[in-house]
T-cell receptor, first 112, second 114 residues
Framework: SQQGEEDPQALSIQEGENATMNCSYK?????LQWYRQNSGRGLVHLILIRSNEREKHSGRLRVTLDTSKKSSSLLITASRAADTASYFC????????????FGKGTHLIIQP | EAGVVQSPRYKIIEKKQPVAFWCNPISGHNTLYWYRQNLGQGPELLIR????????DSQLPKDRFSAERLKGVDSTLKIQPAELGDSAVYLC????????????FGPGTRLLVL
């Protein structure tokens, strides 16, 4: 079953603009991760935020986590054509002991 | 460092036929996962191995699916017999050991059952 629910399902923006996608989940978590999947390929880990953290940065990525609302957001600044991909949030309730529970993903299209 | 290797990349079979997928995790990674990803969905965990032991196979449809990781390194996932609804991408992932959160995914095997 899917734990996370990404919003929006699809997003199309111009190159150079910022892209924001959101994730909501249902149960308590140990950490939340964001993955990227390019067409026809496996998933690539982008960033991990722990349940006791509120915000984390990595390059052009900014992730926030609000455990009271059971939600997270991923911001990609200064988007590039190469950022076109599907983005998934994944929750880990067991601290790495269990498999990840993924949402349905946001399909991001960056138009040149 | 080589990533997670999966083969074949694509497989087309007729329903009721058997099929097998192979995965070789990153060298030294003790934990191995098999996920299934249906079109337009996120991956869903099928089974998790710690070395050669299957420690979580609650989501594996055991009537037709089986998996093994005999020497605690590479793994095989089998479907016998395949059904139309098994068409999906089968992803393998590995992590260093239990408690390390980041998983590394292979490119997946895209299965089409006709």
């Amino acid at each position: 079953s899917q734990q996370g629910e990404e919003d929006p399902q699809a997003l199309s923006i111009q190159e150079g603009e910022n892209a924001t996608m959101n994730c909501s989940y249902k149960t308590s978590i140990n950490n939340l991760q964001w993955y990227r999947q390019n067409s026809g390929r496996g998933l690539v880990h982008l960033i991990l935020i722990r349940s006791n953290e509120r915000e984390k940065h990595s390059g052009r990525l900014r992730v926030t986590l609000d455990t009271s609302k059971k939600s997270s957001s991923l911001l990609i600044t200064a988007s590039r054509a190469a950022d076109t991909a599907s983005y998934f949030c994944a929750t880990d309730a067991g601290g790495g002991a269990d498999g990840l529970t993924f949402g349905k993903g946001t399909h991001l299209i960056i138009q040149p | 460092e080589a990533g997670v290797v999966q083969s074949p990349r694509y497989k087309i079979i007729e329903k009721k036929q058997p099929v097998a997928f192979w995965c070789n995790p990153i060298s030294g990674h003790n934990t191995l996962y098999w996920y299934r990803q249906n079109l337009g969905q996120g991956p869903e965990l099928l089974i998790r191995y710690e070395n050669e032991e299957a420690v979580d196979d609650s989501q594996l449809p055991k009537d037709r699916f089986s998996a093994e990781r005999l020497k605690g390194v590479d793994s095989t996932l089998k479907i016998q017999p395949a059904e139309l609804g098994d068409s999906a991408v089968y992803l393998c992932a590995s992590s260093l050991f239990r408690g390390v959160e980041t998983q590394y995914f292979g490119p997946g095997t895209r299965l089409l059952v006709l």
